[in-house]
């Protein structure tokens, strides 16, 4: 399932390094290329339903009632004020019932959403290289972002490892959609860009640490998909 580069043991120090000094990594073809393009084939046609809050606030709408989704973007637009956290876009749920026909993209899914203490080689990864102990991860996405989609500047709490996975064969720059990493004060200090077989992992252990959001996607773009959830 994974490029066996990335678990060699220079490499994985060179990991260690970068996450104790920068608190992030972005790592490129993490995935064989099979699955990573099975997966690519695959996430278009999952069902998404429609997930929208605004700072402790949340509702998800099925994926077949699409005007209450749309009503449900209406209902985060305007029931967000200044400085709220708040977001709008699609997801795909994974959980140990999860059935997807393709059978790369539903080893690859629950893999990782099965990886809870027993282990797992993703999960005995992350492990390995932050230094964290014990993780455990519960009900990540597969999620897609356009134009009409968003999530603003915020934190993770009571969480120590966000990652990431994007498929997308193609990205440009002026397409927005990049991940922002910002300072305490909120300037931009990284911007990270949602290629296709990256993966980023973000220490979101301490309360003031990797605050960040998703750039506005231009209206041109195609669909931003990923594969996003946390160990916590």
Known sequence: MFSPAIFDSEVQASY???WDTSGWLALDGVLDPTYYTEITKTVPDLNY??????????ETIPAMQRSDGDMLRQKVVYGTNPGDFSYFHRIH???KDTDISNPWTHEFATDIANSQLQGGAFR??????TGFENLKTVYPTFSFYRYDNWITSHYDPKRKVAYLFYFNDTWKKEWGGELCLQDSSGRVITTMMPLGNRLILLDVSKP???KHFVSPISYIAPSRYSFVGWFS
């Open 124 to 129: 005995d990864w992350v492990c390995d290289v």
């Open 16 to 18: 260690k390094d970068q």
């Open 208 to 210: 003031d640490l990797n």
């Open 49 to 58: 339903d429609y997930r929208g809050g605004v700072n402790e606030w949340y």
């Open 93 to 95: 749920g994974i959980n």
